[in-house]
């Protein structure tokens, strides 16, 4: 069983910087790629960006991409969402995804439960 835990989220000014961190238990994080996704309310689950397992390789949605960075660090068994440059528009909650490798949300088996980060105008 994996578990997945998120934090680091907040209430940040346009413009502004928040890094979240995505924190797994279970052996298999160092070999599972993960993902990050965002929920705005009224709307469907969004994929932000995913990473694979090594940390060699990334992807990013066109609206973050050049804005976020995903990194992971095997040791800590932690993945992190570095957000610069952000916008009322990314305001949503964001979950951390296990052991999927693509954009679909129905790809990933694991979840967190969510961080909120709100982005003031």
């Known amino acids: 069983q994996v578990q997945l835990v998120e934090s680091g989220g907040g209430l940040v000014q346009a413009g502004g910087s928040l890094r979240l961190s995505c924190a797994a238990s279970g052996r298999t994080f160092s070999r599972s790629a993960m993902g990050w996704f965002r929920q705005a309310p009224g709307k469907e689950r969004e994929f932000v960006a995913n990473i694979n397992w090594s940390g060699g390789s990334t992807y990013y949605a066109d609206s973050v991409k050049g804005r976020f960075a995903i990194s992971r660090d095997n040791v800590k068994n932690t993945v992190y969402l570095q957000m610069n440059s952000l916008k009322p528009e990314d305001t949503a909650v964001y979950y951390c995804?296990?052991?999927?490798?693509?954009?679909?949300?129905?790809?990933?088996?694991?979840w967190g439960q969510g961080t909120q980060v709100t982005v003031s105008s």
């Open positions: 995804a296990g052991r999927g490798s693509t954009s679909r949300a129905g790809d990933y088996d694991y």
